[in-house]
């Protein structure tokens, strides 16, 4: 059925520029975008409108890194670099979900936080516990979001309260992909190795053979933190870099993965991102909290890499994605005050925003754009009266930067409204 | 009269730790701390407890460099640097504030929202506009909030449309300064010249003299933007560098100055600024949004230089404080990712914290702290339920990265309970 979605329509389908349609339409059938016009003309006299006037109608948000079972402890242990970190706050934390009472209560809040926020998709590490991972994956589908889950695999360097067998690994991991596939018909599965160092070869090989059996996407963390690098060289003196371990082990599936960070690649590892169609997950804030270092962004973008956004809570302190588009472009400022640097240009507005709506989008199929063939996945947001005279650019701006995920009204996945998950159980 | 506030207390003495006494009691007699204990002996059997148990009480929030009129337009025009900026944004919008309508309308609003973000004490640019300043002024006294205003002095260097004779803007100042000594016993007038290059050597000499005739305190902007610097040098050839401007016109009163930004002080400069006792107004989230600079607050704390925070909105995009002492972090963290900055350590959170509550409180007087003999100034906060064994100063983190001030629940000032201002007339 067809449906038009009024109000004043901005979004970007190259990171060059806004497209914006002041006072305009979506037209919408059956969930996918037909056309974005400026009036309703004779054939569409009979369309029914859903009138969002004054309102700023952009597309969903997407978060290509996030670990569901840490969202209790973001904002916590900054006074850290990250393994240090992960020690004192992170192990202990993911521990607690062996518990699924523990994963039902926290999960829930996650995704009511992740709606909130306009997060519409998004591709998380939940722990490697079957049983609690099962939990997040069937609150997800109930939820209405759409997004990527993966169980969590770590058989080394472990501490002993989040530690697998390989073979139990392997096992559990076939188990989620095969009910999934057969029950939550929104949330897919994701081959999900937490990073190398924790993953033995043979555990990497086997979910390796799992990727290409099912052809499933794989998510893991690549050269977020130096000293993390040269633990993966130790571990792997065979190997040339960090990111071909992935690839010997059959874990960057072309066009199908998303790392994590990715700050400190080398010429080889970016010509191999390249070549995999990797996408990059941003994660700034997290970036910056751990100390991990400052992704240089418009390198990347300038030799073709696919740059997304990732909040990578707990690292990062917050799910929405507001803060993580503003904080892309305050850290591509930062990155001019470092030598060799000064002449990268900042990110923009409109290409930090398409990092967080068209390219995480393209993770999840046709996503993240009001282009004509593109799910409709839209929010709507009230950012306030002016008291200059703006333009819908402008406006988008300061509900980016001042405003936040607090001024979003309404959110639409695939075309259907979607509700406050779980309002009716709290 | 004596009370007792009871909750998880935690405030900074000192930058180098937290005071923390969970389930404390602060004892407050007319307003003003007399201790802090654990529990309540004989003596206070009869005392009042105002029982806050489970939540965090913590000093207010002092932001010391903030424009009033620039509220308007938070979030807008990031792809600026600062000078093209403040023509294409912020002219436009302060000379709307001709208007005393346009002033009430919009200054409510940013006294409501920083009553909202725990913001207590303030150091504010208003306009050069002498009836909208002085609306300012009496909504500020009306709000139960304690800032200093200023009515900006600019009278070359700007556009027509915000510019004023020399003779008028000394005539109004002290028009000013007359009303509030004697009807806004809670909002002090502080001397506000915009910056060097828009206020004459004439009139920096006048200000200079209403500053030691009444015994002032004064705010500006010093060092913010290497194009800035080169222009006060070409203004001022005589003079050896930017700060020297201000104190060879008496702008710079030993213990009354607050300078913001300060990010490229040079050696002269920071020994000149220790000498007078000058307020640094770190502004970290605005030296990032308009491409500034990093401030090297590591340097500045090991010299003696007082640093505390500024929100510098509309450069920087929010009120709220709890960003800022976020982002003061976050920027030492990526300054060492720039050569010769490598081994400053990055400030810790109770650094932070200290900057924004007893470092900018003792602008004010003896605010910011809970020790003996302080104003009671202190915020509420319900941070809420945690999965983790939490101390009281890792819950403080929590709600500073991932709460913010919309966690803040009751604010009091000087020992009396702040009610949101304005609210009878919503």
């Known amino acids: 059925m067809l449906k038009a979605y009024r109000g004043d329509i901005i979004f970007t389908p190259t990171p060059q520029e806004f497209s914006v349609l002041e006072d305009g339409f979506v037209l919408v059938e059956d969930g996918t975008v037909k056309d974005v016009v400026g009036s309703l003309g004779a054939e569409y006299a009979e369309v029914p409108v859903i009138d969002r006037s004054g309102c700023l109608i952009i597309p969903g948000f997407n978060d290509l890194h996030v670990h569901a079972p840490q969202y209790p402890q ?139 059996h099912y052809h499933l996407p794989v998510q893991s963390h690549l050269d977020e933190n130096r000293s993390e690098v040269a633990w993966v060289r130790d571990l792997h003196p065979d190997i040339p870099t960090y990111a071909q371990v992935y690839e ?87 990155l001019r005050f470092i030598p060799g640097h000064e002449d990268e240009r900042p990110l923009r507005l409109a290409e930090a925003f398409y990092m967080a709506t068209k390219q995480g989008g393209s993770f999840f199929g046709r996503v993240g754009s009001f282009e004509s063939g593109y799910d409709f996945d839209a929010l709507v947001v009230r950012e306030g009266d002016n008291l200059l005279d703006l333009s819908v650019e402008e406006r988008l701006e300061r509900f980016l930067y001042a405003k936040g995920g607090a001024a979003i009204e309404e959110r639409y996945v695939d075309g259907a409204l979607v509700p406050r998950p779980f309002a009716e159980k709290e």
Request: proline share 4%; hydrophobic share 45%; net charge negative.
């Open 248 to 334: 010997h082990y059959g874990l960057m599936p072309r066009g199908r993965t998303v790392m994590a960070h990715c700050i400190w690649l080398n010429d080889a590892e970016r010509a191999l991102l390249r070549d995999r169609q990797v996408t990059v997950a941003h994660c700034a804030q997290s970036n910056l909290n751990l100390q991990s270092g400052i992704m240089p962004a418009r390198r990347y973008l300038d030799m073709g890499l696919q740059v997304a956004l990732g909040s990578d809570v707990a690292a990062g302190h917050v799910l929405d994605m507001t803060r993580h588009i503003v904080m892309s472009i305050e850290a591509s400022k930062a």
């Open 74 to 212: 973001a904002g916590l242990g900054f006074d850290c670099e990250l393994l240090p970190w992960l020690d004192r706050y992170t192990f202990v934390d993911e521990a607690r979900f062996a518990d699924p009472d523990v994963a039902e209560r926290w999960y829930r809040r996650f995704l009511v936080d992740l709606w909130q926020a306009g997060t519409l998709r998004f591709s998380a590490f939940a722990t490697l516990h079957t049983a609690s991972t099962w939990r997040l994956m069937e609150l997800a589908q109930e939820s209405g979001l759409r997004p990527l889950i993966g169980k969590v695999n770590m058989d080394r360097n472990a501490p002993d309260s989040l530690i697998e067998s390989t073979a139990q690994s392997l096992a559990d991991t076939e188990t989620l992909i095969h009910r999934a596939a057969e029950r939550t018909p929104n949330v897919g599965f994701i081959v999900t190795p937490r990073f190398v160092p924790s993953t033995t070869p043979e555990l990497m090989e086997g979910l390796g053979e799992l990727v290409a």
